[in-house]
Structure formats: C-alpha cells, structure tokens
T-cell receptor, first 113, second 117 residues
Framework: DAKTTQPPSMDCAEGRAANLPCNHSTISGNEYVYWYRQIHSQGPQYIIH???NNETNEMASLIITEDRKSSTLILPHATLRDTAVYYC??????????????FGKGTLLTVNP | NAGVTQTPKFQVLKTGQSMTLQCAQD?????MYWYRQDPGMGLRLIYYSASEGTTDKGEVPNGYNVSRLNKREFSLRLESAAPSQTSVYFC????????????????FGNGTRLTVT
C-alpha cells in the first residue's frame, strides 16, 4: 500500500507562492497522486491530480518528480482563503477496497497577512 | 452548478431516534459515497454506490442503511441512533467508482454535523 508523508504545518505570506511537499516513495506505476484540501467546517475540496506529468489548473500546479516518489503542490499566489489542511493522497488499500480514500493528517497551511 | 448538496447541515438526536441524511449531486456522476469524519480517525467510508441501483458496504456500515434513489440522490439512514454515531457526515460523488488508478476525483458536500445525546 502506498503511504504519504507530509509536514504537519507550514506558513506562507499572503501573495507569495506556497509549496507543499509530499513523499510517496511506495507509489505504484499506475496510481495517481491526488490533492485535496479542507477548510475549517467544510467538506474536502478536490484541487488537482496527476500521474506522471506536471499538471496545472485554475487552482494550483502539481509537480511530480521523475521517479514519482514525491510531489509538490504549488499555490502560486496564496490568499488568506487558502488557509486549510492540505491532503496528498494515493491509493492506500487494495484487495477490493479501491473505494477507500484515506486522508491522513495532511499539512495545515496558514497564510499570513 | 451546486455540486454536492447535503441536508440538513446540523442535527441533534436522542439515543434511539431515527433520521435520514439527504445527498444530491448535479454533476451526472455515476458513483456516490457516504463518509464519516471523527477527530484523529480521518475519513471512513460507510457505504458507497458504484452506479444507480447498486449499493455496497464500506469500512464502517454497522448501524446505517442507504438508498440510491436515482442517479442524483443517495441517502443515509440511521435507524436507531447511538452516541457513537456522533460525527460529521460527508457525501461525495465521482464520475466512476474511485480508485487510485482511475482518473476520477471525488467531489464532497459540506457535511452534516450530527450529535446523538
């Protein structure tokens, strides 16, 4: 089973780029890396996902290393509303449990004014 | 588009009471899920529905039942509420049944905060 490791917390100044790292050294070749975030008292929000190539959407960019053992989520211009817990997820179970989405503890990103 | 809508947002029940949590999605997704979130436990899957007309148990199904009413709606019922069911409940949907190998992210509602006294 793939497992992810994220720092428990990070700070970022408003307007600056926030770079959130994630290690997933046991990821399998066909497993995507997903990023979600959860703002206090809200449901998890999908941000971005990728397999091998770097990805960008209106919310963020995802940089995946060539060996796929780690990735970085980049919020290019962080705002106060980006303060949230960010979760890096790969498939964490097998044997019929493909539906299981385990979030772990994530990284609490605090954007400071 | 509203995405995934859950009702009610808050609910307080007494032990033994029953209630149904409602969930609807407007993204034409095939698969829907019910999760509960407790401090230190992450998100745990209660039930899921891979497609209209099918439902299956997840990790913690005891004490719950579900109904996939149609493609849009997936309800969760507590027949006899217990204090251990105090939690935040999230409904989610995806285009197809989620698997880490599939290109199908989950979209979540904003949750129902349930307290059972």
């Amino acid at each position: 089973d793939a497992k992810t490791t994220q720092p428990p917390s990070m700070d970022c100044a408003e307007g600056r780029a926030a770079n959130l790292p994630c290690n997933h050294s046991t990821i399998s070749g066909n497993e995507y890396v997903y990023w979600y975030r959860q703002i206090h008292s809200q449901g998890p929000q999908y941000i971005i996902h990728g397999l091998k190539n770097n990805e960008t959407n209106e919310m963020a960019s995802l940089i995946i290393t060539e060996d796929r053992k780690s990735s970085t989520l980049i919020l290019p211009h962080a705002t106060l509303r980006d303060t949230a817990v960010y979760y890096c997820i790969v498939r964490l179970n097998s044997g019929g449990s493909n539906y299981k989405l385990t979030f772990g503890k994530g990284t609490l990103l605090t954007v400071n004014p | 588009n509203a995405g995934v809508t859950q009702t009610p947002k808050f609910q307080v029940l007494k032990t033994g009471q029953s209630m149904t949590l409602q969930c609807a999605q407007d993204m034409n997704h095939n698969s829907m899920y019910w999760y509960r979130q407790d401090p230190g436990m992450g998100l745990r899957l209660i039930y899921y529905s891979a497609s209209e007309g099918t439902t299956d148990k997840g990790e913690v199904p005891n004490g719950y039942n579900v109904s996939r009413l149609n493609k849009r709606e997936f309800s969760l019922r507590l027949e006899s509420a217990a204090p251990s069911q105090t939690s935040v409940y999230f409904c989610a949907s995806s285009e197809m049944l989620w698997s880490g190998s599939y290109n199908s992210p989950l979209h979540f509602g904003n949750g129902t905060r349930l307290t059972v006294t």
